[in-house]
């Protein structure tokens, strides 16, 4: 499946974490690699294969947004022996308040995490759960539905198909590329073309979305529905379903 998912192509620049990361801002990832500049300059050093599986993983890191979590896991295993020779070393006399201080810190860290995924709302990020535009929509009933690739997942858990969702393996890269296209209206006739190719009903999109503007001025279709996570348009000639 993993194989499968980085053969779509040019279509994986279209999903956000598949992508580069993204330096425009400051953010953990930055913060990271500052972190191990710093560690450098002070001396630290790695053996020859630790040090090709720490810049494997920064690599992948670096090409795709989703592999940040990976070199999270895996490089500290790989890096902790290192930095503990270099900033561990302690006299016998203080070696044992040492350890009893960092298993004080360990354990303070363990419940101050605990209590953090505790009290964390697990619900998904309210731009991408187009709750009320199904509802007041009633897309329920529609038919079939043009809906932005980030509403996939609500979709599905609202039980309503799918015209695209997260599972790009299962939809192919020229799919896939198509559609954003579509959306983008680098293509406008392909994209009036999708809506009747698959007897587009209504449509699901984020606002700021370029094809929403285009389907503002098709007489055909009707804006029913608009907030400031999803807007929802339906065909005025749809016929009965």
Excluded at 91 to 111: H, K, P, Q, Y
């Amino acid at each position: 499946m993993p194989l499968t998912t980085l053969g779509l192509g040019s279509a994986l620049a279209w999903i956000a974490e598949w992508r580069p990361q993204d330096f425009s801002h400051i953010g953990g990832f930055e913060l990271l690699l500052l972190a191990g500049i710093f560690a450098l300059s002070r001396g630290v050093t790695l053996p020859v294969v630790r040090t090709l599986v720490v810049i494997g993983l920064l690599h992948f890191a670096l090409a795709q947004v989703r592999n940040a979590d990976l070199l999270a896991m895996l490089a500290p295993l790989y890096l902790a022996a290192p930095l503990g020779q270099k900033f561990g070393k302690r006299t016998a006399d203080d070696a044992e308040g040492w350890s009893r201080g960092l298993n004080l810190a360990a354990f303070g860290v363990l419940i101050a995490m605990s209590g953090a995924a505790l009290a964390r709302d697990i619900r998904p990020a309210s731009n991408i759960t187009p709750q009320a535009a199904i509802a007041q929509a009633d897309l329920a009933k529609t038919g079939r539905i043009l809906n932005d690739y980030s509403f996939g997942g609500y979709l599905i858990f609202a039980g309503i198909p799918t015209f695209v969702d997260g599972r790009g393996e299962l939809y192919g890269g020229p799919f896939i590329d198509r559609y954003n296209r579509a959306l983008a209206l680098v293509d406008l006739a392909d994209f009036l073309k999708l809506l009747d190719e698959y007897d587009i009903g209504a449509t699901l999109l984020a606002p700021r979305t370029p094809a929403v503007a285009m389907l503002d001025r098709l007489p055909q279709w009707q804006r029913v529905y608009g907030d400031d996570v999803a807007v929802v348009h339906k065909r005025r000639d749809t016929p009965p379903r």
